[in-house]
């Protein structure tokens, strides 16, 4: 099984909503990531967890709240969003922290804030 | 400052027609750079890392080849599968653990 797998694939919420992206993966990864990729941009690395622990934070609004409840698990709960926050949102995970090989993706959440 | 420049931007052919994807990057100790085919509204899909300058992997009608300042992605032959978005990204080695992605080459393969 070389699959990240991410829930839902779509979704619109408001500017007051609170939700939740869920990502899972079960290849024994103990480095998991979300990125953010805009329309015709490249992935922009949000967070990364190493060993369940949050090692890495690219200076993430607060609105965005990383969560990794095991080592297969990891959510981003989003409250209070903004327009400009709609993107396509992209977890990845790789085998070890600092691994040099690499990083499996998931199929993405579309998000639209309205 | 790492950078990571690919060109060209987009990018049409023929199929059968072969052609080069360019990926430039500036980066101070270089861990590992990454090939990835995008498709619209899908995550990146990986294809090859490339450690030393030197280095050549191939994996059907792609060969992707570094040296000290640049990586070529070769497409032989295309077909109008191959149509993607091709991504390279780059890790350095006092990045931790991210990858610095380029903005892509945007391919497009016509029958």
């Known amino acids: 099984d070389t699959e990240v797998t991410q829930t839902p694939k779509h979704l619109v919420m408001g500017m007051t909503n609170k939700k939740s992206l869920k990502c899972e993966q079960h290849?024994?990864?103990?480095?998991m990531y979300w990125y953010k990729q805009k329309a015709k941009k490249p992935p922009e690395l949000m967070f990364v967890?190493?060993?369940?622990?949050?090692?890495i934070n690219e200076s993430v609004p607060s609105r965005f709240s990383p969560e990794c409840p095991n080592s297969s698990l990891l959510n981003l709960h989003l409250h209070a969003l903004q327009p400009e926050d709609s993107a396509l949102y992209l977890c990845?995970?790789?085998?070890?922290?600092?691994?040099?090989?690499?990083?499996?993706f998931g199929q993405g959440t579309r998000l639209t804030v309205v | 400052e790492d950078q990571v420049t690919q060109s060209p931007e987009a990018l049409r052919l023929q199929e059968g027609e072969s052609s080069s994807l360019n990926c430039s990057y500036t980066?101070?100790?270089?861990?590992?750079l990454f090939w990835y085919r995008q498709d619209p509204g899908k995550g990146p899909e990986f294809l090859f890392t490339?450690?030393?300058a030197g280095e050549e992997k191939e994996k059907e009608r792609l060969k992707a080849t570094l040296t000290k300042k640049e990586s070529f992605l070769h497409i032989t032959a295309p077909k109008p599968e191959d149509s993607a978005t091709y991504l390279c990204a780059v890790q350095a080695e006092n990045s931790g653990y991210a990858l610095n992605f380029g903005k892509g080459t945007s391919l497009l393969v016509t029958p």
């Open positions: 490339l450690y030393s």
């Open positions: 290849m024994g990864h103990r480095a």
């Open positions: 990845a995970s790789s085998p070890y922290p600092g691994s040099d090989t690499e990083a499996f």
């Open positions: 967890y190493s060993y369940e622990k949050l090692s």
């Open positions: 980066v101070s100790g270089l861990r590992g």
